[in-house]
């Protein structure tokens, strides 16, 4: 598995061998993924599907341009500042 940078994975989620989760993406409790989730993604069940994304493509873009996640607690925060999130 290949999981991005700021993913939140539910409590007692599979996520199946080969499977790549995008920055972003947020894995409902109790999910069985089975094939690979795009970044900013929300999905749920078993099997996952998605349910929503996010933020809408220009926000995912700005975010994932930023790559705050890169960078140190200080700088991440005002990072995230300017992105208003």
């Known amino acids: 598995c290949v999981i ?3 993913v ?3 409590a007692q989620s599979i996520i199946l061998r080969g499977v790549t989760i ?3 993406a947020v894995i409902g409790a109790n999910s069985v993924v089975t094939r ?3 970044p900013f993604e929300v ?3 078993s099997p996952a599907r998605v349910i929503k994304t996010r933020f809408d493509a220009a926000r995912a873009q700005q975010i ?3 790559e705050w996640w890169l960078s140190d607690r200080d700088d ?4 995230i500042a300017e992105l208003g999130a």
């Open 4 to 6: 991005g940078h700021d």
């Open 8 to 10: 939140w994975i539910g």
């Open 22 to 24: 995008g920055n972003g």
């Open 36 to 38: 690979d989730v795009a």
């Open 43 to 45: 999905v749920a069940g």
């Open 64 to 66: 994932k341009e930023s």
């Open 76 to 79: 991440a925060a005002k990072i």
